[in-house]
């Protein structure tokens, strides 16, 4: 893959009210104009977006003794209060995150601060803790799960602590194949350090141009080559932490019994815990030949068959997906195709990735036995064409759904797993629990599903849902949000594949892990943080005891 330099400008993560970059936002194609209509009937008319300028925020909680000790901690410039870099920071890229920022008035962080070393950042920590100031860790700002909301918790003030001045990579073994990297390194700047070296990572979330190496960690990412290179946290070989109370260094050899292993406590943590600052990865030599091929199934069943058979044989695709009739039917997965009709039925991507002398061998042994399966479940090639049309859009989605959001329609995802058996009970259940969401406050809704990542023993769903909202739409998604959530844990689905659990997702996280897991990571955060400072209500929830929170998604201002 050729790395694009697109990695965010350092004191604008992302355009404050959309995803990514102004430049790459497009207004809704006029086919998407004339399809809507068919699906969902008349739409709203959306509320304008209000300036950056005209937003209002709650005046700063922090004192000129806590700014003053933020900036020797960090430097001077390193501390910034102004309602840009406040508003810019203020929560991740979620339809609703995106639906609040349309509103005047906003809640945000008391200021940014920008640590530039490990040692910084536990020195914020320490001063954090003793002044009650709670912390939200902040990378690339694409939290879709409310991970980055600006949450106090009991505390009198929150910082955004900024970790894109910890960038670069920072060793490198190509001998044992493995790199170190700075926890703010975006995914672009990593993929560009690595291949000054002939290695890449190959870990390619939607959120790519964005995110970086700590939210990936944090976050228990799952990048889009996952068929062919694992989830994110199955590369992680080795974590460098700051907490509250102390540091981690983890991560000695490629296999070890000395106990539990302490690295995993910290992917998925989302900041509750403390600072990943640095991450060690298994890496490989950068793919030297690459061959797609569309695939077309006479059902999603059928298809589903086919990817079970794939992942069970193992040596399949670098990447491989799958998307259901009505995602199919309007391509909403490809950017700039929805409303072409593939074909009737269910479609997939393959993508096959080789380096070295024998890429070319390999490959096509790999194909030749991935196409057997396929052609057996009742797939038929569909050529090149579509599989390389979406590598080439294959982080453009969230723009689309901004330019739909502009259109008055309502657009959001959400993802959970299953086990190959219970598959088609949980996607019914989350397709059941969304139309009859809709449908009691009198909106049409159309659903869309994939596969995107698969196992020898089972699979994600991705769905997208557009509505026809006509009240208030943050208001009347909640309430189906979370019978969607119900549904996914009555139906034996995770709450999170990839996603994670932020604040959206922690009220049901306990019946998924249950009383005794909940008591574990509530053990783990006290010994860590016991001051509570840390991403307060995310993933675990409100700690037992602590003050109710003094914050709102949408907040007043204090004047």
Same mark, same amino acid.
């Given at each position: 893959?050729?790395?694009?330099?697109?990695?965010?400008?350092?004191?604008?993560?992302?355009?404050?009210?959309?995803?990514?970059?102004?430049?790459?936002?497009?207004?809704?194609?006029?086919?998407?104009?004339?399809?809507?209509?068919?699906?969902?009937?008349?739409?709203?008319?959306?509320?304008?977006?209000?300036?950056?300028?005209?937003?209002?925020?709650?005046?700063?909680?922090?004192?000129?003794?806590?700014?003053?000790?933020?900036?020797?901690?960090?430097?001077?410039?390193?501390?910034?209060?102004?309602?840009?870099?406040?508003?810019?920071?203020?929560?991740?890229?979620?339809?609703?995150?995106?639906?609040?920022?349309?509103?005047?008035?906003?809640?945000?962080?008391?200021?940014?601060?920008?640590?530039?070393?490990?040692?910084?950042?536990?020195?914020?920590?320490?001063?954090?803790?003793?002044?009650?100031?709670?912390?939200?860790?902040?990378?690339?700002?694409?939290?879709?799960?409310?991970?980055?909301?600006?949450?106090?918790?009991?505390?009198?003030?929150?910082?955004?602590?900024?970790?894109?001045?910890?960038?670069?990579? %920072? !060793?490198?073994? *190509?001998?044992?194949? =493995?790199? /170190?990297?700075? #926890?703010? $390194?975006?995914?672009?700047? @990593?993929?560009?350090?690595?291949?000054?070296?002939?290695?890449?990572?190959?870990?390619?979330?939607?959120?790519?141009?964005?995110?970086?190496?700590?939210?990936?960690?944090?976050?228990?990412?799952?990048?889009?080559?996952?068929?062919?290179?694992?989830?994110?946290?199955?590369?992680?070989?080795?974590?460098?932490?700051?907490?509250?109370?102390?540091?981690?260094?983890?991560?000695?050899?490629?296999?070890?019994?000395?106990?539990?292993?302490?690295?995993?406590?910290?992917?998925?943590?989302?900041?509750?815990?403390?600072?990943?600052?640095?991450?060690? %990865? !298994?890496?490989? *030599?950068?793919?030297? =030949?690459? /061959?797609?091929? #569309?695939? $077309?199934?006479?059902?999603? @069943?059928?298809?589903?068959?086919?990817?079970?058979?794939?992942?069970?044989?193992?040596?399949?695709?670098?990447?491989?997906?799958?998307?259901?009739?009505?995602?199919?039917?309007?391509?909403?997965?490809?950017?700039?195709?929805?409303?072409?009709?593939?074909?009737?039925?269910?479609?997939?991507?393959?993508?096959?990735?080789?380096?070295?002398?024998?890429?070319?061998?390999?490959?096509?042994?790999?194909?030749?036995?991935?196409?057997?399966?396929?052609?057996?479940?009742?797939?038929?090639?569909?050529?090149?064409?579509?599989?390389?049309?979406?590598?080439?859009?294959?982080?453009?989605?969230?723009?689309?759904?901004?330019?739909?959001?502009?259109?008055?329609?309502?657009?959001?995802?959400?993802?959970?797993?299953?086990?190959?058996?219970?598959?088609?009970?949980?996607?019914?259940?989350?397709?059941?629990?969304?139309?009859?969401?809709?449908?009691?406050?009198?909106?049409?809704?159309?659903?869309?599903?994939?596969?995107?990542?698969?196992?020898?023993?089972?699979?994600?769903?991705?769905?997208?849902?557009?509505?026809?909202?006509?009240?208030?739409?943050?208001?009347?998604?909640?309430?189906?949000?979370?019978?969607?959530?119900?549904?996914?844990?009555?139906?034996?689905?995770?709450?999170?594949?990839?996603?994670?659990?932020?604040?959206?997702?922690?009220?049901?996280?306990?019946?998924?892990?249950?009383?005794?897991?909940?008591?574990?990571?509530?053990?783990?955060?006290?010994?860590?943080?016991?001051?509570?400072?840390?991403?307060?209500?995310?993933?675990?929830?409100?700690?037992?005891?602590?003050?109710?929170?003094?914050?709102?998604?949408?907040?007043?201002?204090?004047?």
């Amino acid at each position: 893959m050729s790395v694009e330099s697109v990695g965010p400008h350092e004191d604008q993560p992302m355009r404050w009210n959309g995803w990514g970059d102004p430049e790459r936002a497009k207004p809704l194609p006029r086919a998407v104009h004339a399809l809507l209509p068919l699906l969902l009937g008349r739409v709203r008319k959306p509320e304008a977006s209000v300036e950056l300028e005209s937003v209002n925020l709650a005046p700063i909680a922090l004192s000129a003794e806590d700014l003053g000790a933020l900036r020797e901690a960090v430097g001077e410039a390193s501390v910034d209060t102004s309602q840009a870099a406040r508003i810019y920071h203020a929560g991740g890229r979620s339809t609703p995150d995106l639906l609040r920022r349309r509103a005047q008035n906003q809640a945000a962080p008391d200021a940014v601060v920008r640590p530039g070393s490990h040692d910084e950042v536990r020195a914020c920590l320490a001063l954090a803790a003793a002044h009650g100031i709670a912390v939200i860790p902040f990378g690339g700002g694409s939290s879709v799960v409310g991970a980055l909301d600006p949450e106090r918790g009991a505390h009198r003030a929150v910082i955004a602590l900024d970790l894109r001045r910890l960038t670069g990579l %920072l !060793r490198f073994d *190509p001998l044992s194949g =493995e790199a /170190v990297l700075a #926890a703010g $390194t975006t995914g672009p700047d @990593a993929e560009a350090a690595l291949a000054a070296h002939g290695f890449e990572l190959g870990h390619y979330p939607q959120s790519f141009r964005y995110a970086t190496i700590g939210g990936f960690a944090a976050a228990r990412s799952s990048g889009q080559n996952s068929a062919g290179y694992g989830r994110f946290d199955t590369m992680v070989t080795g974590i460098r932490v700051a907490t509250p109370t102390g540091d981690l260094e983890l991560g000695r050899s490629p296999g070890s019994a000395a106990g539990p292993d302490l690295i995993r406590v910290f992917l998925g943590s989302e900041g509750i815990f403390g600072v990943i600052t640095e991450v060690t %990865l !298994r890496v490989h *030599p950068v793919p030297t =030949e690459r /061959v797609f091929e #569309a695939w $077309t199934f006479p059902s999603f @069943a059928a298809g589903s068959e086919g990817l079970r058979q794939v992942a069970q044989a193992g040596s399949g695709p670098t990447v491989i997906r799958l998307s259901d009739e009505a995602e199919t039917a309007v391509s909403l997965a490809q950017l700039g195709k929805i409303g072409k009709i593939l074909a009737k039925g269910a479609s997939a991507v393959t993508v096959y990735e080789g380096a070295g002398a024998n890429a070319s061998t390999e490959i096509a042994e790999r194909r030749a036995r991935t196409s057997a399966l396929l052609r057996a479940a009742g797939g038929v090639s569909a050529g090149e064409g579509d599989a390389a049309d979406w590598m080439q859009s294959r982080f453009d989605g969230p723009y689309l759904r901004d330019a739909l959001l502009d259109a008055g329609v309502f657009c959001e995802t959400l993802e959970t797993a299953s086990t190959w058996a219970n598959l088609p009970k949980l996607r019914d259940a989350v397709e059941a629990a969304l139309k009859d969401g809709f449908a009691r406050i009198g909106s049409k809704s159309y659903i869309m599903c994939h596969i995107s990542h698969i196992y020898p023993t089972g699979a994600s769903l991705y769905f997208t849902v557009l509505a026809s909202v006509r009240e208030d739409p943050l208001a009347a998604w909640a309430p189906i949000k979370a019978g969607v959530n119900d549904a996914i844990l009555e139906a034996s689905g995770t709450i999170s594949h990839h996603h994670a659990v932020g604040r959206d997702h922690a009220p049901w996280l306990r019946e998924e892990v249950g009383e005794t897991g909940i008591r574990i990571l509530r053990a783990i955060k006290r010994e860590l943080d016991p001051a509570a400072i840390m991403n307060p209500g995310a993933v675990i929830g409100a700690d037992a005891g602590a003050a109710p929170s003094t914050t709102s998604r949408t907040e007043e201002p204090l004047q």
